[in-house]
């Protein structure tokens, strides 16, 4: 693979359908694609965020989900914490310290485009999703033990492995090019990571988060907390190796 970015369509689908807010979150995340550098390591991210979105806004459409209406707001939510961190770097402002460490790395072009597009994930599902379904769970007078928001939570699931799978793929050619070492190296870092395991330690953190609702200086200290940890393994994740292949 020649091009050091994450591909934003794979033709998985058409996205002629998908309206109202969904709709709205891709044209959002299609005008930042736009924006970016293609080798930008921000641009890897959204990338694959926007092939997950198109996905999901799909399945909503084809009322794939029990719940079609609170899947689409949690979706909205979700990612207004994702394009807050983009505002933020615009305006020359710290985005939250989960998302630190990918726009400060964003020009490092010893980094794999892989590697910026799971740090992303990282940020994004271990910190951001916790808190989106919480949010979401308060505006629309439910909770996260309340059917059928666990159940659609997992069908989600299933649509990111399918899409992690799928950019996982792109790069295993140029990784087999690798000298035994750095691939073994590399590797060793993405395998570090996993979607459906990161989306696993958010539920768990989901009922953490809700059980806390009502204590602000216990709430507090476990969000600084999870913060830090998030941060951490987005380091962890970013950490160069070898520069991909041009």
């Not at 970016?36 to 979105?53: C, I």
């Not at 996260?144 to 492995?161: I, R, S």
């Not at 060793?188 to 009502?214: E, M, N, P």
Request: overall charge negative; glycine content about 4%.
């Amino acid at each position: 693979m020649t091009d050091a970015t994450i591909p934003a369509e794979k033709d998985i689908m058409t996205t002629s359908r998908i309206t109202g807010p969904v709709d709205e979150v891709i044209r959002r995340m299609r005008a930042i694609k736009d924006e970016l550098d293609p080798h930008d390591g921000v641009a890897s991210f959204n990338n694959m965020y926007l092939r997950v979105t198109e996905l999901v806004g799909q399945q909503i459409t084809e009322g794939f989900f029990a719940d079609s209406e609170f899947v689409e707001r949690l979706d909205v939510i979700f990612a207004q914490l994702y394009f807050d961190a983009v505002d933020a770097a615009k305006l020359g402002k710290q985005p939250n310290t989960v998302w630190k460490t990918v726009f400060d790395s964003r020009s490092n072009r010893t980094v794999w485009p892989l590697q910026f597009a799971l740090a992303g994930m990282n940020a994004h599902i271990n910190h951001d999703l916790a808190v989106a379904v919480v949010k979401t769970c308060k505006e629309r007078a439910t909770t996260p033990y309340t059917d059928p928001v666990h159940a659609d939570y997992l069908e989600v699931n299933e649509l990111l492995a399918k899409i992690e799978a799928e950019v996982r793929a792109e790069y295993e050619p140029a990784l087999f090019a690798l000298a035994t070492k750095d691939a073994e190296t590399l590797k060793h870092i993405l395998s570090s990571f996993s979607i459906a395991g990161a989306r696993d330690a958010a539920w768990a953190t989901t009922k953490v988060l809700w059980g806390q609702r009502d204590n602000s200086l216990l709430l507090a200290t476990t969000q600084l907390a999870l913060e830090e940890s998030v941060a951490t393994a987005g380091r962890m994740l970013l950490t160069p190796v070898v520069p991909p292949p041009e």
